[in-house]
């Protein structure tokens, strides 16, 4: 039984699951293993969109055959069993890939769900994060998801509310540090205002 990332996260790690679903199949068929399962669990919340886990199945599905799945096959089929985009989906565990990740395939963070939950005044995870920028990051994956289908408009919200959110503390600390009563009533009626609209639209 091998499975598929979705605890601990709002959409499945997709690259980590794709990468050990294949060397598990793979494991399985050299060592003659004649049944094998996929689970997918709700940990921490069951806060992930479970149907996300749907590519990792279709690549389950694959392996049942072949070793050596293809990859323009694999994503024909998805259409053709969900009516959805492989590569969107896949795309969309930008969520939690982001830049500083130098291995998608083997890093399980869950950065989106740690940014969305932290209080942005204290924002107790910015020190992991000290000399990185995601909001470009954040931005770019909204636009991208919001021109693929309905199932993923959440991860696209999700993406548009960390993109304000996520150094919105580094932001308005050095604006406050510096004194500069401008910059923090720019930020209050802009990136702030517009928070409080992207997490109740969310």
Not at 4 to 31: C, E, Q, Y
Not at 86 to 110: I, K
Not at 122 to 133: K, N, T
């Amino acid at each position: 039984a091998a499975g598929i990332w979705t605890w601990g996260r709002f959409w499945a790690h997709l690259p980590v699951s794709m990468g050990n679903m294949t060397a598990f199949m793979s494991a399985a068929r050299d060592k003659g293993v004649k049944e094998a399962l996929v689970t997918i669990w709700g940990d921490d919340g069951t806060e992930c969109d479970l149907f996300s886990a749907l590519a990792g199945l279709q690549l389950f599905a694959e392996l049942g055959y072949t070793d050596d799945v293809d990859e323009d096959v694999l994503h024909s089929n998805f259409r053709g069993s969900c009516d959805e985009d492989f590569a969107m989906f896949t795309a969309a565990s930008g969520l939690d890939v982001v830049p500083c990740v130098e291995e998608p395939a083997v890093c399980v963070t869950n950065i989106s769900k740690i940014l969305l939950w932290q209080d942005p005044f204290l924002s107790i995870y910015d020190p992991v994060l000290a000399g990185v920028s995601l909001r470009q990051h954040y931005e770019a994956l909204a636009v991208k998801l919001a021109t693929g289908s309905d199932r993923l408009k959440m991860p696209a919200q999700l993406a548009r509310t960390l993109a304000l959110k996520c150094e919105l503390r580094r932001d308005l600390a050095a604006a406050y540090t510096a004194g500069d009563t401008a910059r923090l009533r720019a930020l209050l009626d802009g990136d702030v205002s517009a928070l409080i609209d992207a997490v109740d639209d969310l």
